[in-house]
């Protein structure tokens, strides 16, 4: 393990052990003033102790913990830790883990400089790509004019679409059998998901612009795939890209959208409220902020806000407001969304996959509406969110749409 990564876990462990210590006192500190305003004011002075004690207690439980985790990180590092290339973060089961914090606690990760906090990279068999032009040739050798980009959800790395189906079927990911059947070459990305829906789409947007450029072979033909907050990241790259003037937006001929929540998704629009709620009340007000401690790009899933201008002016835990604004299509690309129910008609059409509606996923709201055509769409019964990964109705329909040009896409359905 690198001693910088043995710092970033013991600087992990001291977070972890101030939220909680902040979650205790806090809740502590509402009972409290539930106790002593009944009481009324002869506790008074009683109150005044009471709360000096209390505060120099937790701060001393917490500079102390915090304290010894960071002497003992660095002693780790300096005789545990090692300058080789080998990081944890290699081995899947971890870059799984760190993926997952990374999606409900990456912004923090990133403003303390944390090693794990996830940066936008192109990732080929774990590793990362150097954004070079003769990493990128050496990486892709039998490079094709054809390109379909594939961008994660939420809390998940590149490795999410190699995911076997749960019918057993021994399928190739996607992106191997668009290569083998329509000569697509696939490029895997994996991102910090706990960002700013916005700021990992400016993100994108720079990194296909430098891969265009660096490409070995001219770019004829670009797609892009993506999964659950994947598709949000994908649009949001799109509008990006185009305000900057990038040349890549023209190239792209098609833009899939796989159990996206265009809409919101209803879990984060139910922690939202559950925060608000116990925000009302002195004893669970630290509870609620423990819950509003999650990462932006989570709450950008609230009302799936693609743009800086969709949060940069609101509170981040105000109650149930949508403000996005709306994003327009690439107009030389087709659009398409999937679109799932775990139950049958009535039953999905509330619960959706168990994490996005259908309405959401095809955009089709009532006080919002996203411009995907139906016919560019699919929407399946029985499976949940992670199906839409790797299932086989789902891979005929990308065959399907990639196989044609934009045009005939258009033309045909």
């Known amino acids: 393990m690198q001693r910088q990564e043995i710092r970033s876990l013991a600087d992990l462990a001291g977070e972890g052990t101030r939220v909680l210590t902040n979650l205790v006192r806090d809740t502590h500190s509402g009972i409290a003033r539930r106790v002593f305003g009944s009481i009324g004011p002869v506790s008074k002075p009683v109150e005044i102790v009471h709360n000096t ?3 120099a207690t937790y701060y001393a439980v917490d500079r102390g913990v915090r304290g010894s985790l960071r002497g003992a990180g660095e002693l780790a590092a300096e005789t545990r830790g090692s300058d080789d290339d080998d990081t944890i973060e290699s081995h ?8 997952a914090l990374n999606g409900i606690y990456g912004d923090e990760l990133t403003d303390r400089g944390n090693e794990f906090a996830l940066t936008m990279q192109i990732r080929r068999r774990g590793a ?4 070079n032009a003769a990493a990128i040739a050496a990486t892709f050798p039998n490079a094709t004019g054809r390109i379909v980009v594939f961008v994660h959800g939420w809390c998940l790395t590149e490795r999410s679409w190699w995911r076997r189906p749960r019918d057993g079927e021994d399928a190739s990911p996607y992106g191997a059998r668009l290569r083998g059947d329509l000569g697509f070459t696939p490029v895997y990305l994996r991102y910090n998901t706990g960002l700013h829906i916005s700021e990992n789409g400016k993100a994108l947007a720079a990194v296909l612009d430098e891969l265009q450029a660096m490409w070995p072979v001219p770019v004829d033909e670009i797609a892009l795939v993506g999964h659950s907050m994947g598709g949000l990241v994908v649009r949001s790259a799109c509008h990006y ?7 890549w937006p023209d190239a792209v001929r098609h833009v899939v959208c796989l159990g996206s929540p265009h809409l919101g998704a209803d879990l984060e629009k139910g ?3 559950a925060s608000w709620a116990l925000a009302r009340l002195p004893e669970t007000q630290a509870l609620a902020s423990f819950l509003n401690a999650r990462s932006a790009g989570t709450k950008d899933l609230r009302y799936g806000a693609l743009l800086d201008e969709d949060w940069s002016y609101s509170h981040p835990d105000e109650f149930l407001r949508d403000r996005c604004h709306e994003v327009p299509f690439l107009p030389g690309a087709v659009y398409h969304f999937v ?4 139950g049958p008609r009535a039953v999905g059409a509330v619960f959706g996959d168990r994490l996005v509606r259908p309405h959401s996923a095809s955009g089709a709201g009532k006080a919002r509406q996203v411009p995907f055509e139906p016919h560019h769409g699919l929407t399946l019964t029985g499976l949940h969110h992670f199906d839409l990964l790797n ?6 329909k990308l065959h399907h749409w990639l196989g044609r040009s934009g045009r005939d896409t258009e033309s045909t359905g």
């Open 339 to 342: 679109a799932t129910t775990a």
């Open 271 to 273: 922690v939202n409220a």
């Open 53 to 55: 004690i209390a505060a």
């Open 92 to 99: 899947p089961t971890v870059a799984d883990v760190v993926a």
């Open 128 to 131: 990362p790509v150097a954004m």
């Open 241 to 247: 890209g185009t305000q900057h003037q990038h040349g």
């Open 391 to 396: 299932h086989a109705a789902i891979y005929d």
